[in-house]
Structures are given as C-alpha cells and as structure tokens.
C-alpha cells in the first residue's frame, strides 16, 4: 500500500492513458441494425441498403438491390442518395467497421434514419441469407 501511495501521480497517468485507449472502442458509434431489423426493414420496402465496399467486393456479391458507392466516393456522391433522405438507410461493408465510419458521414450530412448493418456481410452470407451476384 505504501508503493501506491509513494507513487499516486503514476498509477493516475496509467489510468488516465488506459482510459483513454479505451474509450474509443467504448463509445458507440452510431446506430446499427443486427440482420433481423434490417430484414425486417428491407421487407418494409422504405429501405435504401447502401454498400460501400469496392466495386470488384461489390460484384463478387452483394445484398439484393443494394446500391454500391465506395466509402471513398460516398462525400462526392451524396447526391445519389438525395431522393433516399425520407427512408432508412443500412450501411454494409464486409465486417461493419467501414459502415460505421460511413453511417457517420451520413449523419454529418443530414440524413436522420441511418443504421450500419452488424456484422456486415460476413454475417449477412453465414447467417445464409441471400446475395445476388
């Protein structure tokens, strides 16, 4: 007990600088939708599914009438997605780390019912739902 009290101001530096490593992976980033909200949605039909993979990941398999803008595009293709403004939009890429960051710029830019699909589709094709080519 003594070496922690002898040596407070370094037990509170490795508690700050923890923290702070963490707290990124604590916050939550966005809304998601596990696979059976976004089927559900989907079956709605007031749904835009918005794939941001690249256009070769894109064409090896994708989320029925899903709509392909790359996340590196998707700041200079935001008009595309104009006339979607009134309906949910899920936001896939391959494991749902990108759609986060996607679902993110989404949100900055004004649109309300963004959701980043869990998973991605890794869990969309292991849970065997369907995917066109």
Not at 4 to 11: G, M, P, Q, R, V
Not at 15 to 33: E, N
Not at 89 to 102: H, N, P, W, Y
Not at 107 to 122: H, M, N, P, T, W
Request: include cysteine; aromatic fraction near 6%.
């Amino acid at each position: 007990m003594k070496f922690i009290i002898d040596n407070i101001w370094l037990f509170a530096v490795l508690l700050v600088s923890g923290g702070a490593l963490l707290w990124p992976y604590l916050q939550t980033r966005g809304r998601k939708a596990t696979l059976l909200q976004a089927t559900q949605m989907i079956n709605q039909g007031k749904t835009v599914v918005l794939d941001v993979r690249s256009a070769e990941d894109f064409a090896a398999g994708h989320i029925r009438n899903a709509l392909n803008i790359p996340q590196q595009d998707l700041p200079k293709r935001l008009g595309e997605l104009e006339k979607s403004r009134s309906k949910n939009i899920i936001v896939v890429c391959q494991a749902g780390v990108t759609s986060a960051k996607a679902s993110a710029q989404l949100d900055k830019a004004g649109f309300k019912e963004v959701y980043s699909l869990s998973g991605g589709l890794s869990a969309w094709q292991a849970q065997g739902l369907p995917v066109a080519r």
